[in-house]
C-alpha cells in the first residue's frame, strides 16, 4: 500500500536484545520519568480559594442593569427574548403607574423576567439586541443546584443592585467586563 | 495451680502485651497514612495535588475514608458462604499483623530499671514463621474468592493464590543464599551480625532484588496485582465485599506492604543499625540510643514503602502468562544461580580460601 504522507515509520521487528529482555533497564528509565514527575510543579489551581482570571471576553450570568439613579432600564420590549438562539428569556410587560418613576425609567417595564440558565448559551446575543444597555452578561456563572427549578433566574436574581442605595455591590455586580466595555465606547 | 501462677512473670507478661499493642496500634497507623501517601504520591506522579482537603495537607483524609467505609451498607451475598466470607477478611488482615511479633524494632530499652526487648518474639526460627504467616495470607485472598460465589472472584482467588505459590519459590530460594552466610534463622541475630559487620545487601544484591520483586508479588501490588485487576475480574476477590470487610481487605494489603518492608530492612538492609554510625560506641546513650534505632528502622522502611508506591505508579500489570513466566522460567533459575554461587563461596571459604 502506498503510504500518503512521507511520515511513516516502519515498526521494528528486531528481536529484542539481551538488556532489552531483561527489561531493567526499561523500567528504570520509567522510574525516572515518574520521578522527575514527582516534583514537577502542578498545574492544577486549589479552585476555591484561587481563582483563574476571567478572560475579557468571558460571557457568563446575566444582569439587569438600573441607570445611574436607580431606576429599571428594562422596558420589556422583549428584542432580547427574540434574539436569544435557545429561547432561555421570557417575560412579561407591565405599565409604569404614576408614582413609580423613581423605579422604572421607560413607561412600559418587565413585570417578569426570566431567564432559564439550563437553556442560555451564555452566547451574548440578548446583550447585543437589547436598545436600552438593560440586559448584560457578566464575570460569573450559574453555580450547581439540586433541582431544575433553581436555574430559572426570575427578577430578584438578575438585577442589580441599586447604586444609590448600596454602590458598593453594584460596581461589584458592574465588574471589569462592563467596565471595559464602556471604557472602549 | 497457685504456684503455676506464681511462676509466671507478671512483668514479663505486661510488657509483651504492652509491645504488641504499640507494635499492631503503630502497624496501622502506618498503614492508615500508607493509604494517603499512596494518593498523594499516585497524584504527584500524574501531576495533580492529591487529597487536600480534609485537614491540613489532607493528613484528615485516612479518618473520612475509613468513617466512609464505617458508614457502608454491610452487604453478605445469598449465595455466598457466609462463615467462609466473613473469615477470609479476618485472615488476611491477621495474617497481616502476626508477621510482626518476631521483627526487632529497635536495640534494648531500660524501663523503670527492667531491661526490655523491643521485639515481641525473639524466636530462633524467626525466618522461618515470617514465611508460614506470609504463607498463610492467601488464604485470606482464596477464602474471600471462594465465598463470594462469584467466577471473577474464584477466578482472582486462584490467579492471587496461583501467583502467591509460584513466588515464595525464588524467595525462599534467595532467603537461603542469604541464610547460608548469616548461618542464623534468628532476626535479632542477624540484625546483630549486620550491625557488627556490612550490610547483607552488599553480600546479597542479587538476593535481594529476587527477594524486593518476590515481595511485590507477595504483597499483590502493581505489577503484580493480578488478583485484583479492575479490568479484566471487575475488582478481583474482593468484588462481593462491602463496608469494612472491603476494608480489611485494603488495610491488610498496606499493612503487608509495610511488614513486608520491614523484613526486607531487617534482612538485607541492616534492620535497626544506623547507617555509617557504629551503635557500640553510642551505648551510653540508653533508650534515646533504642528510639534513634527504631528511627533508623523507620526511614529505611519508609523508603521501601515509597519504592512500593513509586513502582506501582510507574509500572503497568503484567499479563499472566508474563507472570508466570518470570516467575518460573526467570526469578526461579536465578535464584539458583545466586543460591549455588553462594553455597560454593561459603564451601571455599570454610576450607580456607582466602578472598
Redesign the interface.
Known amino acids: 500500500m502506498q503510504a500518503l504522507t512521507n511520515r511513516a515509520k516502519p515498526v521494528s521487528r528486531k528481536p529484542m536484545t539481551l538488556v532489552e529482555k531483561l527489561y531493567m533497564w526499561n523500567?528504570a528509565k520509567?522510574?525516572m520519568?515518574?520521578?522527575r514527575?514527582?516534583?514537577?510543579k502542578?498545574?492544577?489551581i486549589?479552585y476555591p480559594e484561587q481563582k483563574r482570571p476571567f478572560s475579557p471576553v468571558f460571557r457568563g450570568l446575566h444582569i439587569l442593569n438600573r441607570d445611574e439613579e436607580g431606576r429599571e432600564r428594562c422596558t420589556a420590549c422583549g428584542l432580547c427574548a427574540l434574539a436569544c438562539p435557545a429561547e432561555a428569556i421570557t417575560m412579561e410587560a407591565a405599565e409604569r403607574l404614576p408614582g413609580e418613576e423613581n423605579q422604572y425609567r421607560e413607561e412600559k417595564y418587565a413585570a417578569k423576567y426570566e431567564i432559564n440558565m439550563l437553556r442560555c448559551i451564555f452566547c451574548g446575543l440578548c446583550e447585543e439586541a437589547c436598545p436600552k444597555d438593560a440586559v448584560y452578561l457578566s464575570e460569573t456563572f450559574a453555580p450547581s443546584n439540586y433541582q431544575r427549578k433553581g436555574f430559572i433566574y426570575g427578577k430578584e436574581d438578575l438585577l442589580i443592585p441599586n447604586p444609590k442605595e448600596n454602590p458598593g455591590e453594584y460596581w461589584k455586580a458592574v465588574g471589569n467586563r462592563k467596565a471595559n466595555k464602556e471604557q472602549s465606547n | 495451680m497457685h504456684s503455676a501462677l506464681l511462676a509466671i512473670d507478671v512483668f514479663f507478661v505486661i510488657e509483651k502485651l504492652v509491645l504488641i499493642i504499640a507494635i499492631v496500634s503503630i502497624s496501622l497507623g502506618i498503614a492508615m497514612y500508607e493509604t494517603y501517601f499512596e494518593r498523594k504520591?499516585a497524584a504527584?506522579?500524574?501531576?495533580?495535588?492529591g487529597p487536600?482537603r480534609a485537614g491540613p495537607f489532607g493528613i484528615l483524609q485516612p479518618l473520612a475514608d475509613g468513617l466512609k467505609l464505617f458508614m457502608k451498607e454491610e452487604i453478605i451475598p445469598n449465595t455466598s458462604n457466609r462463615f467462609l466470607f466473613i473469615l477470609g477478611p479476618c485472615l488476611a488482615m491477621l495474617a497481616a499483623m502476626m508477621t510482626s511479633a518476631v521483627i526487632p524494632w529497635g536495640g534494648k530499652i531500660n524501663v523503670f530499671g527492667r531491661e526490655m526487648n523491643l521485639q515481641i518474639a525473639d524466636i530462633n526460627i524467626g525466618i522461618l514463621y515470617v514465611f508460614g504467616v506470609v504463607s498463610m495470607g492467601v488464604y485470606g485472598i482464596m477464602i474471600g474468592g471462594w465465598a463470594s460465589n462469584n467466577k471473577f472472584s474464584l477466578m482472582a482467588a486462584l490467579r492471587g493464590a496461583s501467583q502467591v505459590i509460584s513466588y515464595e519459590l525464588p524467595m525462599g530460594l534467595s532467603l537461603i543464599a542469604l541464610l547460608m552466610l548469616t548461618g542464623s534463622l534468628k532476626m535479632s541475630e542477624i540484625v546483630g551480625q549486620q550491625i557488627d559487620s556490612w550490610y547483607n545487601v552488599l553480600y546479597q544484591p542479587l538476593g535481594f532484588f529476587i527477594f524486593l520483586v518476590c515481595a511485590f508479588a507477595e504483597c499483590n501490588r502493581t505489577p503484580f496485582d493480578l488478583p485484583e485487576a479492575e479490568n479484566e475480574l471487575n475488582f478481583g476477590y474482593h468484588q462481593e465485599y462491602s463496608s469494612m470487610k472491603l476494608g480489611f481487605y485494603l488495610f491488610a494489603e498496606y499493612i503487608n506492604m509495610f511488614i513486608s518492608s520491614v523484613v526486607m530492612a531487617t534482612l538485607f538492609w541492616g534492620g535497626y543499625d544506623i547507617p555509617f554510625v557504629n551503635d557500640a560506641s553510642l551505648a551510653g546513650w540508653g533508650n534515646w540510643l533504642a528510639a534513634l534505632q527504631g528511627l533508623a528502622l523507620f526511614i529505611k522502611v519508609a523508603i521501601f514503602i515509597f519504592l512500593f508506591m513509586?513502582?506501582r505508579?510507574?509500572?503497568p500489570r503484567f499479563r499472566y502468562d508474563q507472570l508466570m513466566n518470570l516467575g518460573w522460567k526467570g526469578l526461579i533459575p536465578l535464584s539458583l544461580i545466586n543460591m549455588i554461587v553462594t553455597a560454593a563461596i561459603v564451601l571455599l571459604k570454610s576450607n580456607g580460601w582466602k578472598f
Open positions: 523500567i520509567g522510574m520519568i515518574t520521578l514527575h514527582l516534583f514537577k502542578k498545574a492544577t486549589s | 504520591i504527584w506522579i500524574q501531576d495533580r495535588r487536600n513509586w513502582v505508579w510507574t509500572i
